[in-house]
């Protein structure tokens, strides 16, 4: 089994309508072969995306709802922050990369089980390749 984390910025290409991705596109439907870890704020920023999209009418709730079941499909396992891990590993990542506390958050992540980052993000990208942690190429 292949493990990795996975950012939001996947996930939402993978699940929005005209976001989609050929990158997004190939690791969700390989989704037989792999595993992924998210933190916790994943499904805050999951969710936060979605709702803007009712928001802004290009979602009604019932398509939201059938995209949260698809997602429930897929190996996502979210992991929980322990107390004071994003003080003590996290801000001195947003420090050090300049990375949003929330970027630095999936990186720590993929630092600590030593497991490459599934992302879409050019700037975070650009921060783990600097602090040596791998980028899931497809």
Known sequence: MFRFVLDCS???SFLLPGQATTYAHKLFTSH???EALVPSLWEL???NVLARQEQRGRLGKPECDNLLELLAGFNIHQEQAE????FKRVLPLTRQLKLTSYDATYLELAIRHRIPIA??????SEAATLHGAKILVL
């Open 10 to 12: 996947v996930t939402m």
């Open 32 to 34: 037989q072969n792999w």
């Open 83 to 86: 107390p004071g891990q994003i």
């Open 45 to 47: 920023e999951v969710s």
């Open 119 to 124: 992302t879409l993000d050019a700037h975070l």
